[in-house]
T-cell receptor, first 116, second 111 residues
Framework: AQSVTQLGSHVSVSEGALVLLRCNYS??????LFWYVQYPNQGLQLLLK??????LVKGINGFEAEFKKSETSFHLTKPSAHMSDAAEYFC??????????????FGKGTLLTVNP | DAMVIQNPRYQVTQFGKPVTLSCSQT?????MYWYQQKSSQAPKLLFH???????NEADTPDNFQSRRPNTSFCFLDIRSPGLGDAAMYLC??????????FGSGTQLSVL
């Protein structure tokens, strides 16, 4: 079974500082990995995803993540935090559910706070 | 522009009174999901439809059921809501592997 662990339920950074949100996964097969962002009282929006190919993946809003198989990690980074980045971030791994059917398993989330 | 639409945005029901949440999509995706998300927790998959095939999660209570009359619509029925069922309910659709499109959710309160 696949699972996702997000280290740190709350991360606080200053505006302009580096953002680093950590995600480790467990998977018995090559994983598909995702980062979603959730703003207050809204649904989830896909930031970026890794399926195959280049291990450094660029997403929306200046975020990127690197798939490191040896470390079973998929950490999310952004060089310079903006106030609008304050939100909850979820790492997720794909789980095959029979045939070509897939479902997503989410980590517990990391709340990012950006201080002025 | 809304692609996955959930109505209503907020739903209040009484303890034990059946309630239905609705979801519609304009994406023509073959897979539709219902997630339950409680405060400060990860979304938890309740069930999903792959076309007309219903897939229930093993730990989804029998109190929760779903209907998908056509590609565009999917309903979540809670037969006898308890206080513990108060949560945000998220509908999502997908066609590609793992790229889910989420609605804005329905916040359910149980009085």
């Amino acid at each position: 079974a696949q699972s996702v662990t997000q280290l740190g339920s709350h991360v606080s950074v200053s505006e302009g500082a580096l953002v680093l949100l950590r995600c480790n996964y467990s998977s018995s097969v090559p994983p598909y990995l995702f980062w979603y962002v959730q703003y207050p009282n809204q649904g989830l929006q896909l930031l970026l995803k890794y399926t195959t190919g280049a291990t450094l993946v660029k997403g929306i809003n200046g975020f990127e993540a690197e798939f490191k198989k040896s470390e079973t990690s998929f950490h999310l980074t952004k060089p310079s935090a903006h106030m609008s980045d304050a939100a909850e971030y979820f790492c997720a791994v794909n789980t095959r559910s029979g045939g070509s059917n897939y479902k997503l398993t989410f980590g517990k989330g990391t709340l990012l706070t950006v201080n002025p | 522009d809304a692609m996955v639409i959930q109505n209503p945005r907020y739903q209040v029901t009484q303890f034990g009174k059946p309630v239905t949440l609705s979801c519609s999509q304009t994406l023509n995706h073959n897979v539709m999901y219902w997630y339950q998300q409680k405060s400060s927790q990860a979304p938890k998959l309740l069930f999903h439809y792959y076309d007309k095939d219903f897939n229930n999660e093993a730990d989804t209570p029998d109190n929760f059921q779903s209907r998908r009359p056509n590609t565009s619509f999917c309903f979540l029925d809670i037969r006898s809501p308890g206080l513990g069922d108060a949560a945000m309910y998220l509908c999502a659709t997908s066609r590609d592997v793992g790229k889910l499109f989420f609605g804005s959710g329905t916040q359910l309160s149980v009085l």
